[in-house]
């Protein structure tokens, strides 16, 4: 009972936080309906004037680990560069509030769906955007390096496996990150961009009236480090929630490399590196969602992540790792995938 009373006290003190919030803006008095949270501790409500425009709330709260600082600094560096970052209207940073500029709601998944044919503009669109991105200054990030994003793989092991396995094997575990962590810093290389980290198609927006880059409104970037240039492309087209077409993703790797001027090799090779990581990584997370906090939709969507890993995996730069890991990560068959749902 004290568990639940104190929790209840926390929803309380959070609502009158937020009114208090509000009260200081010019918002007080909107309209406000609940919209779609994400995987995170944040919650978001559409408030709507007596006229119709609209603003969007973000709650964050710290004591759930959340701090609005860094999409604040993210948001108003990728507005100065001309992208399509939502402008803050308001913030109280100490309690993790955020009154944003309404985007709308046309995801690109949204669009795709409702309208197929607009596909590859809308991707070209948004790879237009990470060459303008990537050959903007940088600003001050932590680098999202070798040894970080081995260990951030290392969740397929403690998490994915362990849920299937029913147990965990710490020395498969650390040998793989560090033959990892060598991988990536022979092929992961060269001056970092700013890394976004979730770009894909439920996290941008269509903006179609405005012009060039600024047609595709950005969401999800507070998580940004100094990464390398292919990390948000391949994001982008090696989609956990939804089947991006091969020749989609072809076109657009060729369109990368062709508007940025890079080195096709070492590009391609860093692609599939990453492929692996990234995917890797999104198993583990995706298992630790469904078992430690009760969302089990996340592991429907495991057997694309897990196709995206094991075609990763036929690269030769991955060679030192890939026979242990396609002998150590069991396939996301119907039986093993009931073993991650709690």
Same mark, same amino acid.
């Given at each position: 009972?004290?568990?639940?009373?104190?929790? /209840? %006290?926390?929803?309380?003190?959070?609502?009158? =936080?937020?009114?208090?919030? =509000?009260?200081?803006?010019?918002?007080? #008095?909107?309209?406000?309906?609940?919209l779609?949270?994400?995987?995170?501790?944040?919650?978001?409500?559409? %408030?709507?004037?007596? #006229?119709?425009?609209?603003?969007?709330?973000?709650?964050?709260?710290?004591?759930k680990?959340?701090?609005?600082?860094?999409f604040?600094?993210?948001?108003?560096?990728?507005?100065?560069q001309?992208l399509?970052?939502?402008?803050?209207?308001?913030q109280?940073?100490?309690?993790?509030?955020?009154?944003? *500029?309404?985007?709308? @709601?046309?995801?690109?998944?949204?669009?795709?769906?409702r309208?197929?044919?607009?596909?590859? *503009?809308?991707?070209?669109?948004?790879?237009?955007?990470?060459?303008? +991105?990537?050959?903007?200054?940088?600003?001050?990030? *932590?680098?999202? !390096?070798?040894?970080?994003?081995?260990?951030?793989?290392?969740?397929?092991?403690?998490?994915?496996?362990?849920?299937?396995? !029913?147990?965990?094997?710490?020395?498969?575990?650390?040998?793989?990150?560090?033959?990892?962590e060598?991988?990536?810093?022979?092929?992961?290389?060269? @001056?970092?961009?700013?890394?976004?980290?979730d770009? /894909?198609? *439920?996290?941008?927006l269509?903006?179609? @009236?405005?012009?060039g880059?600024?047609?595709?409104?950005?969401?999800?970037?507070?998580?940004?480090?100094?990464? /390398?240039?292919?990390?948000? =492309?391949?994001? =982008?087209?090696?989609?956990?929630?939804? @089947?991006?077409?091969?020749?989609?993703?072809?076109?657009m790797?060729?369109?990368?490399?062709?508007?940025?001027?890079?080195?096709?090799s070492?590009?391609?090779?860093?692609?599939?590196?990453?492929?692996?990581?990234?995917?890797?990584?999104?198993?583990?997370?995706?298992?630790? %969602?469904?078992?430690?906090?009760?969302?089990?939709?996340?592991?429907?969507?495991?057997?694309?992540?897990?196709?995206?890993?094991i075609?990763?995996?036929? /690269?030769?730069?991955?060679?030192p790792?890939?026979? +242990?890991?396609?002998?150590?990560?069991?396939?996301?068959?119907?039986?093993?995938?009931?073993?991650?749902?709690?």
């Amino acid at each position: 009972m004290a568990a639940s009373h104190g929790a /209840h %006290l926390r929803m309380i003190d959070r609502k009158t =936080l937020c009114e208090k919030f =509000l009260s200081q803006t010019p918002y007080v #008095d909107w309209q406000r309906g609940l919209l779609a949270g994400d995987a995170s501790n944040r919650r978001y409500e559409r %408030l709507t004037g007596p #006229d119709g425009r609209t603003v969007v709330l973000m709650d964050a709260p710290p004591e759930k680990g959340e701090d609005v600082r860094p999409f604040v600094r993210i948001a108003d560096y990728l507005r100065t560069q001309g992208l399509s970052a939502p402008e803050i209207l308001a913030q109280d940073a100490v309690h993790g509030f955020l009154l944003l *500029e309404d985007l709308g @709601d046309d995801l690109f998944s949204r669009v795709i769906q409702r309208e197929p044919a607009l596909e590859k *503009e809308l991707y070209e669109a948004a790879t237009d955007v990470l060459v303008a +991105l990537h050959q903007a200054p940088m600003p001050k990030l *932590e680098p999202y !390096g070798p040894r970080l994003m081995a260990e951030m793989s290392g969740l397929a092991l403690s998490k994915y496996r362990t849920g299937i396995l !029913g147990h965990c094997d710490p020395g498969l575990q650390s040998r793989f990150e560090d033959h990892f962590e060598d991988i990536l810093r022979d092929t992961v290389k060269g @001056d970092p961009v700013l890394v976004q980290r979730d770009y /894909h198609a *439920e996290n941008l927006l269509w903006l179609p @009236d405005r012009t060039g880059v600024a047609r595709v409104g950005l969401l999800d970037f507070q998580d940004a480090r100094a990464g /390398h240039p292919a990390f948000d =492309l391949m994001s =982008l087209l090696q989609d956990a929630r939804r @089947d991006v077409p091969a020749g989609i993703e072809m076109q657009m790797i060729s369109h990368y490399i062709a508007a940025a001027n890079i080195d096709e090799s070492g590009f391609r090779t860093a692609y599939s590196v990453l492929s692996v990581q990234r995917n890797m990584r999104i198993l583990g997370v995706f298992a630790r %969602l469904s078992i430690d906090y009760g969302k089990p939709h996340y592991v429907t969507l495991i057997p694309r992540v897990w196709d995206h890993f094991i075609r990763g995996l036929d /690269h030769s730069a991955l060679a030192p790792v890939a026979d +242990l890991l396609r002998d150590s990560l069991p396939a996301p068959s119907p039986e093993n995938l009931d073993k991650l749902r709690p």
